[in-house]
Structure formats: C-alpha cells, structure tokens
C-alpha cells in the first residue's frame, strides 16, 4: 500500500500567502521528505524531517510532524510565483531505501 | 557538483521493443534508485541498487530489470514494451538519511 497521502487538493494562491499542505501516512518511519516538481521535470529535494523531529525550517519553509497521527504539514511561507509546482511527501519506512510518495499536492501562486 | 544524470531525456519507441535507461549519480553516491511517474498510478518505486547489488525491488513485472556498474552508474531496461509503459522514468541517488536527489528523468512513450 502507499504510504505519504497529500490532501487532495489544488491550492491557488497570491504571491505573498502562505501555502499550506497535508500529508498522512499509514506505517511507522524513518523519515519524512517533501520534494517539489515543476512541470513534470525531476524532483527536488526540499526537507527532510526524522521521526524523532517535531518541527523544521529550512528558508520559507516549514515542516511540522505528528507521528501520534501519522500526519505532516508543509508550510510555504510569503510564497512565489517560482513557488508554482507540485508538491509531493514520501515516507521511508523501515529504512529500506525506498520511498513511498503521495499524490502530490498542485500549487499555483499568482503574480 | 554534478547531480544526477539521465539519458536520454526523451524516447519513443514502439509496443513489443524494448528500451535502455541510464542514469549516472553524484559521485560518491552508492544508492541508486528508480522510480515511474504517471498520471493514474503516480510515483511508484521500481528498485534500488548499492554497490551493484539490486536491494529493493518494487512491485512491477519482471520485464523491468536493472543493474548497476562499479563505477554506480545505473541502467534499467524495459523489455517487451506495452503502451502502458509510458511514463517519466526517474532515477535518484542518495547517502543514507539525507534525503534523495533526482535527476530531470526520462519521458518514455509508447506508441
């Protein structure tokens, strides 16, 4: 089964909002990643949170996890237009070097 | 430093061929991954190599096959193709818990 399951949803925004975004996974992990994708080009790495990590920053981002609810969120901060992607959280579970991604979360940020 | 490297990055070949993907990682990346990307089935993984050895296998048919070479680099060969193939093929590589850097992939197309 997949793990790493994005709220369904579609966020467009202006330039300047914040952005948040969901996450749910099924099993116990190692970590959490969040990658961004633009126009179906190749993934990039974004923030990796561990399971003994409650909360993380790197830039105008934020990460936060709840292994209590097996959930985490991705905060983008003062967002733009260079932000516009999909976005997508995968679990390694296990420690066995393989990701396990959700569906991906679509943004748009309007200039 | 050079990230990771996929070539080619587009291929159309016809149902019944079959196809060789390559994918050079940074150096000094042992763990090299493979995953498929496509609208229905989203991001799915299909194996993992570290110093040559095939650790993890996902859950596609054995027409999928993979190696990789002493020096890291990687290949996966699909054989016998089927329109159901087509896909962005995504090749990453990693050290351990730092989280996994893609390359641009590959846009296979089966005709």
């Known amino acids: 089964s997949q793990q790493g399951e994005e709220d369904p949803q579609a966020l467009s925004i202006q330039e300047g909002e914040n952005a948040t975004m969901n996450c749910s996974y099924k099993?116990?992990?190692?970590?959490l990643q969040w990658y961004r994708q633009n126009s179906g080009r190749g993934l990039v790495h974004l923030i990796l949170?561990?399971?003994?990590?409650r909360e993380k920053h790197s830039g105008r981002l934020r990460v936060t996890l709840d292994t209590s609810k097996k959930s985490s969120s991705l905060l983008i901060t003062a967002s733009r237009a260079a932000d516009t992607a999909s976005y997508f959280c995968a679990t390694d579970a296990g420690g066995n070097n393989r990701l396990a991604f959700g569906k991906g979360n679509q943004v748009v940020v309007i200039p | 430093k050079a990230g990771v490297t996929q070539t080619p990055r587009y291929l159309i070949k016809t149902r019944g061929q079959q196809v060789t993907l390559s994918c050079s990682p940074i150096s000094g990346h042992r763990s090299v991954s493979w995953y498929q990307q496509t609208p229905g089935q989203g991001l799915q993984f299909l194996f993992e190599y570290f110093s040559e050895t095939q650790r993890n296998k996902g859950n596609f048919p054995g027409r999928f096959s993979g190696r990789q070479f002493s020096n890291s680099r990687s290949e996966m060969n699909v054989s016998t193709l089927e329109l159901g193939d087509s896909a962005l093929y995504l090749c990453?590589?990693?050290?351990?818990?730092?989280?996994?850097?893609f390359g641009s992939g590959t846009r296979l197309t089966v005709v």
């Open positions: 990453a590589s990693s050290l351990v818990d730092y989280g996994y850097t």
């Open positions: 099993t116990s992990i190692n970590n």
């Open positions: 949170i561990r399971s003994n990590e």
